[in-house]
Each structure stands twice: as structure tokens, then as C-alpha cells.
């Protein structure tokens, strides 16, 4: 568009000003039209075209390994509607491609791109105990109100399902939600060994304040934890039944109940 330029050189600031009319005259403009630009330099297709790139940007921000298809119903769900070959577009434009890469080419001579991640198990998918190594996919299931994708952590040593959660978009906070509630877990439990461990060097004080840091909800939802946390109890009043650490624990577990009840 040569708008902005008949516009600047015609401005009073400039160095050497040049009328409008010559300008148009020089560049084959009419002035109408650039006095309707001039009037409303924006219109209104450029701003509904902005605020499409600015859903599309978001959602690339948020997941890069999105490509456009993604990326657009993440746009319509955040109220920008557009079709598919308008995403493609302004990510073509703006060069918002997926971190997983394009296909440069076809045939036995394209060269193989870097790897989008690193390797760090070498193709050897075998655990020696629990909780060494986690296999994690998502799986889209079509459904009567729309998709809906399940992300589901395996443990390899054991072959069990982990955990694993529901949403009805493939984020990243999917594998996330997955992961959060077995990390929770099992800091509970380095918790309360380590509670453990204190109790039986008498350091009475110490084992409590680590017994305590354990979130109440995980002994609730943990009937791991909960029955670490009752023998923890029963062995520090056993051992010490009218110290301070006794009875801070006893007052700790009462109130811990009333406020998650």
C-alpha cells in the first residue's frame, strides 16, 4: 500500500514536502480513496485480521507443537471464529510453525531434521522397580458434544496405569494434570519415611515438623500415606506420650480432620 508514503511526504515534518495531488499524480493514485484511508487508516478487515493473529499467537505461545489446525480451534474457543486456510495463512506469514517441524520435500534424498527432543532413555523401554521410568500417551476420542482426549501414565516396571486425566482440549496441561496427583504422592511418602527415620534417632521435635508438612488431603485421598501417618503416630506416642512433639502431632491430625471435613 502506498498510502503511508503520500501521507509522509506530505506531512509538514518532512524534509522535502510533496502535495498530495502530486504524489497521487506521480504514482497513479486518486485522492479519493486516499483521503478515505487517511479519515480511517485501519479497516475494519485489518482489525478483525489482528485480533485472529493475536488468538492464533496465544495459542502458539501456550503449545508451540501445535500446528494450525490446533491452533485455530484454540482461537475459536477463545471467541475468534475462522476458518482453516485463514489460520494457515497468517501462521504462514508470521512463521508460527509447529516445534515439531515442516516436511521439507520428498524422496530418499531429503535429509533428516534434529530430533524435536532429546532421547534420554535411548529406545530401551525396561525399568528395573517402580516408578523408574513413565510411558505417557493421548488418545482422542470422538464423542456426542465433542472431542474429548484422555492422557494416561504407565508405570513399565509394573505395567499399571499411573494416573492420568481428561480434558476436552490437547494441551500441555494435560500430561501435566496427569503427572501432578502421583508427584504429590510420593512426596507424601519421602515425607513420612523421612518422619520415620527421625522418630528412630529419637529426634522427636524434627520428626514431627516433617510428619506435619505432609498435606492433609493427601492422607485422605492416599491410603498409603494415611496408614504411614497413623503407625507415625502410634510409634511417637508409644515412644514419647507426654512430650510437646506428642501432643503438637495429636492437635495437628485433629485439626487437620475437622478442616478437611
Same mark, same amino acid.
Given at each position: 500500500?502506498?498510502?503511508?508514503?503520500?501521507?509522509?511526504?506530505?506531512?509538514?515534518?518532512?524534509?522535502?514536502?510533496?502535495?498530495?495531488?502530486?504524489?497521487?499524480?506521480?504514482?497513479?493514485?486518486?485522492?479519493?480513496?486516499?483521503?478515505?484511508?487517511?479519515?480511517?487508516?485501519?479497516?475494519?478487515a485489518?482489525?478483525?485480521?489482528?485480533?485472529?493473529?493475536n488468538?492464533?499467537?496465544?495459542?502458539?505461545?501456550?503449545?508451540?507443537?501445535?500446528?494450525?489446525?490446533?491452533?485455530?480451534?484454540?482461537?475459536r474457543?477463545?471467541?475468534?471464529?475462522?476458518?482453516?486456510?485463514?489460520?494457515?495463512?497468517?501462521?504462514?506469514?508470521?512463521?508460527?510453525?509447529?516445534?515439531?517441524?515442516?516436511?521439507?520435500?520428498?524422496?530418499?534424498?531429503?535429509?533428516?531434521?534434529?530430533?524435536?527432543?532429546?532421547?534420554?532413555?535411548?529406545?530401551?523401554?525396561? @525399568?528395573? $522397580? *517402580?516408578?523408574?521410568?513413565?510411558?505417557?500417551?493421548? =488418545? !482422542? /476420542?470422538?464423542?456426542?458434544?465433542?472431542?474429548?482426549?484422555?492422557?494416561?501414565?504407565?508405570?513399565?516396571?509394573?505395567?499399571?496405569?499411573?494416573?492420568?486425566?481428561?480434558?476436552?482440549?490437547?494441551?500441555?496441561?494435560?500430561?501435566?494434570?496427569a503427572?501432578?496427583?502421583?508427584?504429590?504422592?510420593?512426596?507424601?511418602?519421602?515425607?513420612?519415611?523421612?518422619?520415620?527415620?527421625?522418630?528412630?534417632?529419637?529426634d522427636?521435635?524434627?520428626?514431627?515438623?516433617?510428619?506435619?508438612?505432609?498435606?492433609?488431603?493427601?492422607?485422605?485421598?492416599?491410603?498409603?500415606?494415611?496408614?504411614?501417618?497413623?503407625?507415625?503416630?502410634?510409634?511417637?506416642? @508409644?515412644? $514419647? *506420650?507426654?512430650?510437646?512433639?506428642a501432643?503438637?502431632? =495429636? !492437635? /495437628?491430625?485433629?485439626?487437620?480432620?475437622?478442616?478437611?471435613?
Amino acid at each position: 500500500m502506498m498510502y503511508p508514503l503520500v501521507r509522509e511526504l506530505a506531512a509538514p515534518s518532512a524534509p522535502c514536502r510533496v502535495p498530495v495531488a502530486v504524489t497521487c499524480r506521480v504514482l497513479g493514485l486518486a485522492r479519493q480513496p486516499y483521503y478515505r484511508w487517511l479519515k480511517r487508516p485501519v479497516s475494519d478487515a485489518e482489525l478483525a485480521e489482528a485480533y485472529r493473529a493475536n488468538a492464533l499467537f496465544d495459542a502458539h505461545r501456550d503449545d508451540p507443537e501445535f500446528g494450525h489446525r490446533f491452533l485455530v480451534d484454540e482461537a475459536r474457543a477463545a471467541g475468534e471464529a475462522m476458518a482453516e486456510r485463514t489460520a494457515w495463512r497468517i501462521c504462514r506469514d508470521n512463521g508460527w510453525w509447529s516445534t515439531f517441524g515442516k516436511r521439507r520435500g520428498r524422496g530418499k534424498n531429503v535429509r533428516v531434521g534434529p530430533p524435536v527432543h532429546d532421547d534420554k532413555v535411548r529406545r530401551n523401554f525396561t @525399568a528395573d $522397580a *517402580p516408578n523408574r521410568l513413565w510411558l505417557t500417551d493421548i =488418545t !482422542e /476420542h470422538p464423542t456426542g458434544e465433542g472431542k474429548l482426549y484422555l492422557c494416561a501414565v504407565k508405570d513399565v516396571f509394573s505395567g499399571r496405569i499411573v494416573d492420568y486425566s481428561i480434558d476436552s482440549r490437547m494441551k500441555s496441561r494435560l500430561t501435566v494434570a496427569a503427572l501432578r496427583p502421583h508427584m504429590r504422592r510420593s512426596q507424601a511418602i519421602t515425607m513420612t519415611r523421612l518422619a520415620h527415620a527421625q522418630l528412630a534417632q529419637d529426634d522427636l521435635d524434627t520428626a514431627t515438623a516433617s510428619a506435619m508438612k505432609v498435606p492433609p488431603d493427601a492422607a485422605i485421598q492416599h491410603a498409603r500415606v494415611s496408614r504411614m501417618l497413623q503407625e507415625f503416630g502410634a510409634a511417637l506416642r @508409644a515412644k $514419647a *506420650p507426654k512430650t510437646d512433639a506428642a501432643r503438637a502431632w =495429636t !492437635e /495437628h491430625t485433629r485439626d487437620a480432620w475437622r478442616a478437611a471435613a
